[in-house]
């Protein structure tokens, strides 16, 4: 309980808030960014802290203790959810983002660590099992209790709901016993984990910044060329330290450098593309919130039901072309995705009117069909990487290859959010002018009002508030199909460089189970 809870809130946290993304951008108030800015660091801040402290939350988990650190995560996530829930601007909101994000880097390993710790043989696998459905389930559920909690109640429940959780997961720790690794040194690499967070976040940032200030910002530059300092530096560190964050070593195995490479690209595209989704549903189109947390149910679903006969097919076969096949079929997702109109109907969902809750048709043409596509795609690429990734190194480095991939994961998104932010912008802006003979782009009041992808308020000319849902869906095109650009780079990134085994691995690799049995 107390591991699947502390793994759940991370994850349904970052599904719950892609859903509340409009309604927080529409509510609260902002000083020192743009609102689309805003939005898009309230989702990247969370994505770079996590993807920088990951590995090295791991390691202090072993060295101090696995409850006790793992108590510490539950107490400093449900803190920090509290000050999101109870946010009064967008930049104390994104703080306290950065704050949810550095203690669950504590919990996402911590939790799979306590379970390798206490179970043994069958009942850790019977144990890991419940744990993956358990977090799986979350990714079915967060968006639906997201669009229900966001236009029932308020947006600022998709935080605060994280609090039960976390005192039941505290609960539940009260029975767990403490383990730690008594070879660990406690010769821990801050150095690497700063830099990397420097890296990520400067680099993120500063694009951001610079494209919502037209590049006339000196922080943006600032930000920029620190980041891109610090992110030259990490392959020096990985190098020249005694006892490196990321040990170059395990970039020796051909098949690890070409899953990580893949999973920078893949992933980010998939976390950013999400979050954007759900702004133009509820922002341009008009969608309900439970209606934008529904359209994602097929994702969930395949995930769940089709990820486990991939994975083991892809054990028997091989899982380059599962690697291959999957990030093209996401891709062929979304650019149907980038073909939406601006007039789409949009899906008005509510449970208080049950005739309500039947998509129309264009919703099932424009948006639930593409989705089910890109959920097949996905559903066959995230088990046979997880296999690719964790056959291509010892089993001594398991936990540690298993963390550097998911820090690569969560570090591609607030990149990536960097690229499509200045897609979005620098298509949405030109493509209004286009519309709106005569309208000044660049006056900051109407760029204030005027934001791509979120809605338009009342008081602004119905004239302008029609072009503005037009170029948001010119925006969104392009994102979606950069986005399609991304996957199918990690597509051929897989196709050309992931080794399959021998047949005689394969074949030796099937027989084991029964052999130590």
Known sequence: MAAILGSAIVFL???????????????????????????????????????????????????????????????????????????????????????????????????????????????RGRAIGLWAAGTSATSIIGPLLGGILVQGLTWRLAFLINVPLVLLALWATTRVPESRDESATGDFDWLGAAVIAVAVGGLSFGATRGQEKNWQDPVAWVALIVGLAAAVAIPVLMLKRPRPLIPPSLFRSRNFSVVNLSTFVIYGALYVSFAFEGLFWQGTLGYSPLAAGAVGLPIALFLTFLSTPAGQLSARIGPRIFMTAGPLIMAAGLLWLARIPHDSTAWAADLGQPSTLVPPAPTILDVVLPLIVFGLGISLLVAPLTTALMS???????????????????????????????????????????????????????????????????DVDPEIAAAAREASAD??????????GLLLAGAAINGFGIRNPSRRELEAASEAPAATG
């Not at 951008?25 to 309230?42: A, H, K, Q």
């Not at 925006?475 to 399609?484: E, K, P, T």
């Open 392 to 458: 291509s190194i010892p089993v001594n480095n398991a936990g540690l290859g298993s963390a550097i991939n998911n820090a690569v994961s969560r570090a591609g998104s607030p990149l990536v959010s960097a690229v499509l932010f200045i897609a979005i912008t620098a298509t949405f802006y030109p493509s209004l002018a286009g519309l709106v003979p005569g309208v000044d782009v660049d006056d900051p009041a109407l760029r204030e009002q005027v934001q791509p992808l979120t809605s338009v308020p009342d």
């Open 13 to 123: 946290d970052a599904t719950i808030v892609n859903v509340a993304l409009e309604t927080i951008g529409r509510e609260l108030p902002v000083t020192f960014v743009g609102r689309l800015e805003g939005l898009t660091y309230v989702n990247s801040a969370y994505f770079a802290v996590l993807a920088a402290l990951l590995i090295l939350a791991g390691a202090i988990s072993d060295y101090y203790g696995r409850r006790r650190t793992f108590r510490i995560g539950l107490i400093g996530f449900g803190a920090a959810s509290v000050a999101c829930g109870l946010a009064p601007t967008m930049e104390v909101l994104i703080v306290a983002r950065i704050l949810q994000g550095a203690f669950g880097a504590i919990l996402v390993p911590g939790s799979l660590a306590i379970i390798t710790a206490y179970f043994d043989g069958e009942e």
């Open 475 to 484: 925006a969104f095109q392009l994102a979606m199909i950069v986005s399609a």
